[in-house]
């Protein structure tokens, strides 16, 4: 039968966009957080994002109305005991992932295929946690989820043929290109980024060039549609912070490993536009001042 039901743990900025996509897509889709606060607040984001979508023409009224109906929320893991699919997007911690997902595997019956949308964690140690290895994979959504139209299908080496043609398909249902690659730290695309992100903070320690220069030589010289410190900045500082030090576990190169000045702004909690303070300093709007 295919993935008809989609189940979302987290929703957040990034568990928010894949839902929505999910449901504009059309399917049935559950997300679920851990108080009705934080339900509401994800609603709230989607409800913006649909209202921009259909001021810039790309989405119709009828279109948006449809989507947001087969959207639901919840605060009850027990409620997605009749999903095909769970897409995991919570805290970028293997702990809670890890806890998260053998909660699932007693609660979801056995076809049901996890998913954790993990930027940089080991896929097969989050599979492990559970009695459905064949049937655990990554599935990487780019920021944001709505826009971006890559999605990364981690394939652990316990992954199934058949589990990873199923997700290829509903990836292209959700209109975006899927790529696969294998259960490494970073994938494809932040084994290359993270280095290059890392790389600028330890310029601009050094004194190389401001954090504007840095940024401006990136868009005008490499055609970047952001520089490295408003990427930071959007994605989250501690987020950057967290798959630094999972990259040098993995690899012990220096090069991988968080420079002190992301270290000293995560502990300070200057986080981005999150925040309003990161390398940059922002408005309530998460709008950058001047």
Do not use: W
């Amino acid at each position: 039968m295919g993935i008809q039901r989609v189940g979302v743990v987290g929703f957040g900025q990034m568990g928010s966009g894949i839902a929505q996509i999910c449901a504009q897509a059309g399917f049935d889709t559950l997300v679920r957080e851990v108080d009705q606060s934080l339900v509401d607040k994800g609603f709230q984001r989607v409800d913006g994002s649909l209202a921009r979508l259909i001021r810039s023409g790309r989405l119709s009224e009828d279109d948006a109305k449809a989507a947001r109906g087969r959207l639901r929320g919840t605060i009850s893991l027990g409620a997605f005991e009749d999903r095909d699919l769970i897409i995991e997007a919570i805290v970028e911690e293997i702990g809670p992932k890890k806890k998260l997902f053998a909660e699932l595997d007693t609660i979801c019956p056995p076809a049901t295929i996890f998913c954790s949308n993990t930027s940089s964690l080991t896929i097969v140690e989050m599979a492990a946690a559970t009695r459905r290895p064949d049937r655990f994979a990554g599935m990487h959504f780019f920021n944001p989820p709505v826009i971006m139209k890559l999605v990364e299908i981690v394939k652990a080496i316990t992954t199934s043929d058949e589990t990873v043609a199923t997700l290829r398909e509903f990836v292209g249902k959700l209109g975006k290109t899927g790529v696969v690659c294998k259960d490494t730290t970073g994938f494809i695309v932040n084994r290359l980024m993270v280095p290059y992100l890392l790389g600028a903070i330890r310029m601009l320690e050094l004194g190389v060039a401001t954090k504007e220069d840095i940024d401006n030589a990136v868009k005008l010289g490499l055609g970047y549609p952001m520089g490295p410190f408003e990427l930071i900045d959007y994605t989250g500082v501690d987020i950057n912070y967290h798959v630094a030090n999972v990259f040098f576990d993995e690899f012990k190169e220096p090069y991988m490993a968080p420079p002190p000045l992301l270290r000293r702004m995560f502990l300070a909690g200057q986080l981005g536009t999150k925040t309003g303070k990161g390398f940059y300093e922002y408005d309530d709007q998460g709008k950058r001042k001047s």
